[in-house]
């Protein structure tokens, strides 16, 4: 190639030394900086991947977490979370996200960019739509045996067509009022959410609050047939406990995309030393946060019965929630503070997942406890233990740092702290503003709920033609099944209605 560029370059300066030296010097530069380009959209596009890999995860784990009865119906959901997300970031997500409204303008909502028209990076897209998908199936597991298709697909159309871009363009594009890479930003750094502990976290872990609130708990969960509360609810155990693993490690190994490849975002040179650093944070908080979920519910059950137990189910819990958790500093702490960060992760699920018993939530999955109280714990700890060199190396600038760093500086600068917190409030109060009213309309308008005969059934035999009654589960209802084949039969044979 070098032959070729001398060539070209001594027949264009006919033989001038210094122009062709300085020709192909320019030459070898701009093809240098193309090969590097062409990697970084690979990486981006490799990372998106790993990224939308975490949709299969959490099929699996919703699969293992329902019964039999509902597995089909719950798998569907996930398949739709990705098909719905994909259109809706099509149509309007991405432009409402990171549309670019003017030059150094600071805007709530994006206004160019639709339907993939204009300067659209595609590897930038590509890897932001997983972003906004992951956020989507959060809500998932929740609403898990009890929700209609039809609410569940206009539910993931309106969340990442409208309600998660907002969120995102708030945090992390340039126009975005809390947004790091803001010039302008808050306190001279803004908030940080490196790579989704709140955007996508407390967005799909609030949605998914207001969503389990409204759509009321499973047929039996907290109520007897009377209505009358039961004195200790009742629990529906996931038919395998197998699939629940495997969800979750396929989630862990999707998270090196969301972490890790995150650092691609960031404009600078040292991005792999940075992405490294977000890979062993990644690993330890999670690890930290299952080794602490499990030994701390081994001690809880032994205080209470006597007996000793492992429950892998808290195990698993505990690491997703060392991995939200640790999702918005994992670039800028360091690996201490992510054991830390994990540790505590666990902690907060435990105590999360009881209070939702308390309050009377179903949550088929506890995707609560693990996304939306972790999430807001990550973004804590961002203002907390956010290192001044981790910090410089990824934003260029240390001025404002973890406020347990400020005071080790002899400072009481709580700027980072502040902003983290002010980001947490809006991305609480964005959802709550929107999706309640939303989700009030759908149940209005009796789109949300499936009825109780279909519940009792099992949504697979309710709403698919090819649910073998081989799968039942023993739970399933015999005489509701009979009821629902007489109603689909006079359905066909058009007697719906009839006496």
Not at 79 to 94: E, F, P, S
Not at 204 to 218: D, E, F, P, Q, V
Request: overall charge negative; glycine content about 12%.
């Amino acid at each position: 190639m070098s032959n070729s560029f001398y060539a070209s370059c001594a027949i264009l300066y006919e033989g001038e030394t210094d122009a062709v030296l300085q020709c192909i010097t320019d030459k070898l530069q701009a093809e240098t900086q193309k090969a590097a380009l062409d990697t970084h959209t690979w990486l981006l596009v490799l990372s998106g991947a790993l990224l939308f890999f975490m949709q299969a995860g959490f099929a699996v784990l919703c699969a293992g977490c329902v019964r039999k009865k509902n597995v089909q119906n719950t798998m569907l959901k996930n398949l739709l979370d990705a098909c719905g997300a994909a259109l809706a970031w099509y149509t309007t997500g991405y432009a409402f996200a990171f549309g670019q409204p003017g030059s150094g303008d600071t805007s709530f909502i994006g206004t160019g960019g639709f339907l993939y028209i204009g300067d659209v990076d595609a590897a930038y897209w590509f890897f932001q739509y997983a972003f906004s998908a992951t956020a989507v199936t959060i809500v998932a597991g929740t609403l898990a045996e009890r929700c209609q298709m039809t609410a569940y697909l206009l539910y993931s159309l309106f969340l990442t067509g409208f309600v998660y871009p907002i969120s995102a363009r708030a945090m992390w594009s340039s126009y975005g009022f809390l947004s790091a890479k803001q010039p302008d930003a808050v306190g001279g750094v803004g908030a940080i959410d490196f790579a989704g502990s709140g955007v996508v976290h407390i967005t799909g872990g609030m949605t998914a609050l207001i969503a389990a609130k409204i759509l009321g708990a499973r047929k039996g969960r907290f109520y007897d047939s009377k209505g009358s509360p039961l004195s200790k609810p009742k629990d529906f155990p996931g038919h395998s406990i197998a699939l629940q693993l495997m969800g979750t490690m396929m989630l862990w190994f999707g998270w090196y995309g969301f972490n890790p490849g995150s650092a691609l975002l960031l404009g600078v040179e040292n991005s792999g030393p940075i992405a490294a650093l977000a890979a062993i944070n990644t690993s330890i908080s999670g690890a930290s946060g299952a080794i602490t979920a499990m030994f701390t519910e081994l001690y809880l059950e032994e205080r209470r019965t006597g007996g000793l137990s492992f429950n892998l189910t808290m195990a698993m819990n505990g690491l997703l929630s060392g991995l939200v958790a640790v999702t918005a500093s994992c670039a800028i702490i360091e690996p201490w503070a992510a054991g830390l960060i994990g540790m505590t992760a666990g902690w907060i699920y435990i105590a999360g997942s009881s209070l939702l018993i308390r309050w009377r939530i179903d949550d088929a999955v506890d995707a609560i406890p693990v996304h939306l109280f972790n999430g807001i714990w990550g973004m804590i700890a961002t203002g907390l233990l956010t290192a001044p060199t981790r910090m410089l190396t990824a934003f260029g600038s240390s001025d404002h740092v973890g406020w347990f760093y400020s005071l080790g500086r002899g400072e009481f600068d709580a700027t980072l702290l502040g902003n983290q917190i002010l980001a947490v409030l809006f991305l609480l109060a964005w959802p709550i503003g929107t999706i309640t009213p939303f989700f009030l309309w759908l149940n209005y308008m009796k789109w949300l709920r499936s009825d109780t005969l279909e519940e009792l059934v099992g949504l697979d035999m309710a709403y698919h033609v090819n649910a073998p009654a081989v799968l039942r589960d023993d739970d399933v209802d015999e005489k509701a099944l009979a009821e629902l084949e007489e109603r689909k039969h006079k359905k066909r044979t058009g007697q719906e209605g009839a006496p």
